[in-house]
């Protein structure tokens, strides 16, 4: 079943007609899923599918608005959903869902193109925010700590949640 | 019944959900609140902002912690790291109980986010059974089972949801989280009679309950948490609570949510029913 939820949605955002190898997808929901008086077996199990879908592109489209913005909305949606395809989610968290985002972008620039670069850049500036929102964090460092430290042994560090990013 | 041993045999009233919109009302006008319940895996990070307002919270308020992705029906052993997490968390908060649903959502690390009904069949249960008390076991926390909506049915079912419901938390002797908008969402999706699954389980072992709103479509319902309760389910709650004794309530809005105030005035409707079952039955 979980393999037919990760399926792509058809364009117009319907289950796929057709399972990978070929058979009716309304052959292969029946024989799991019950229909009932209302709804048969594939449009039971499309509700699954659907939703899932509805979920993860939702969720990548509030952590990439600035990828968004640099490829357009509709190549967003293309890109989005050729992402996830290759790399549902590995997390229990929804907040990972774009941790491999960066590496398809390189694998695949076509679906950034012409702006590859640019869209690059803007998904790592947007992961590393990901990252700070939540990251760990040390106490910082106070006007007495710094007071009552003998300069010789003052180190001073960045905040981990900090990340150094070299952009084109 | 009210305080028992899955609840950590606290006596916790009317509660809603923690949620973004309503962190500044919270923190800024401090509200009378009973309880707030928060969804473990928002704050299961290691810093930050999330971690921030919960310690706040935390200064001021009870909080109760509800999972989404723990998976006690997947065949997928648990992720440790998550638990580690989740255990973390737990002591951070001293929730006295910990929920988590009912359900299968992940399958060779590949994780859906969504609360995937069930085959209720006896092997299931047993396995089911046997990560719950794993779970708590790691945890030290008693954990209520929650009971999901769904859309679909299996072949493989070898039983009804609440004959299922009831043979997982007596096996993992475990409480439940008594959602009736899913009971009611789920009887009208598959064609049975709600009053059936409220009279049926160990009423025992109920130590929170769910009430929230849900959207009717064409030609199923979907649990959208995004309205006030809808009269069927208030009437719902009313038997439940005759079943079960005036236990800790919950509301939960999860989506269009509106103002801190509206959100709470619908969840506190509550004690109109828990207030007449008082009077019925004082203790």
Same mark, same amino acid.
């Given at each position: ?48 599918? &659907? @939703?899932?879908?509805? &979920? ?11 990828? &968004?913005?640099?490829? +357009? ?24 869902? +774009?941790?491999?985002?960066? @590496? ?5 620039? #076509? ?23 939540? +990251? ?8 007495? #700590? ?12 960045? @905040? ?9 | 019944?009210? !305080? ?147 859309? !679909?049915?299996?072949? !493989? ?109 619908? !969840? ?16």
């Amino acid at each position: 079943m979980a393999s037919t939820l990760f399926r792509p949605l058809t364009p117009q955002w319907g289950m796929q007609k057709r399972w990978t190898d070929g058979a009716a997808m309304a052959d292969v929901a029946s024989e799991f899923i019950k229909p009932n008086d209302r709804l048969s077996s594939f449009e039971r199990l499309e509700i699954y599918n &659907r @939703q899932y879908w509805f &979920r993860v592109l939702d969720c990548l489209y509030d952590d990439y608005r600035g990828l &968004r913005a640099v490829v +357009g909305e509709r190549k967003f949606l293309k890109l989005a959903r050729a992402y996830l395809a290759r790399y549902p989610s590995d997390s229990y968290t929804l907040r990972d869902l +774009g941790n491999r985002l960066e @590496q398809f972008l390189r694998e695949e620039p #076509d679906w950034s193109a012409p702006h590859s670069e640019l869209a690059l850049d803007m998904a790592r500036f947007e992961w590393a925010q990901v990252v700070a929102f939540d +990251g760990p964090a040390k106490a910082p460092i106070t006007h007495d #700590d710094i007071l009552d430290t003998p300069a010789s042994k003052l180190k001073l560090g960045l @905040q981990p949640y900090l990340g150094l990013l070299e952009l084109n | 019944m009210p !305080a028992n041993p899955f609840n950590g045999y606290t006596n916790y009233d009317i509660g809603i959900g923690l949620r973004v919109p309503h962190y500044r009302h919270i923190l800024a006008k401090k509200p009378v609140v009973d309880w707030f319940e928060i969804i473990s895996e928002n704050f299961m990070v290691d810093g930050g902002r999330p971690l921030e307002v919960l310690d706040a919270i935390l200064e001021q308020y009870r909080v109760v912690q509800h999972g989404v992705a723990i998976y006690f029906g997947s065949a997928d052993k648990f992720d440790r790291e998550h638990l580690r997490r989740l255990k973390r968390l737990v002591k951070r908060t001293k929730t006295p109980w910990l929920s988590d649903h009912l359900c299968w959502g992940s399958v060779d690390g590949r994780y859906t986010h969504d609360l995937l009904p069930m085959p209720y069949t006896f092997a299931v249960a047993r396995h089911t059974a046997e990560k719950i008390r794993a779970a708590r076991d790691f945890l030290e926390v008693p954990i209520c089972v929650e009971n999901v909506s769904s859309y !679909a049915e299996y072949h !493989a079912s070898e039983m009804t949801e609440w004959e299922f419901l009831s043979e997982v938390s007596e096996l993992a002797d475990c409480g439940i989280l008594l959602d009736v908008n899913n009971i009611y969402v789920s009887s009208q999706n598959h064609n049975f009679n709600p009053y059936d699954y409220l009279n049926h389980i160990p009423h025992h072992r109920v130590g929170q309950m769910h009430i929230a709103g849900h959207s009717k479509f064409e030609k199923y319902i979907l649990d959208t948490h995004d309205h006030p309760v809808l009269d069927p389910v208030w009437k719902m709650y009313a038997h439940a609570i005759k079943l079960v004794g005036p236990t800790a309530t919950l509301l939960e809005w999860d989506d269009r949510i509106p103002s801190f105030d509206e959100v709470h005035d619908e !969840a506190l409707k509550a004690n109109k029913f828990r207030n007449a079952q008082l009077a019925e039955s004082p203790a």
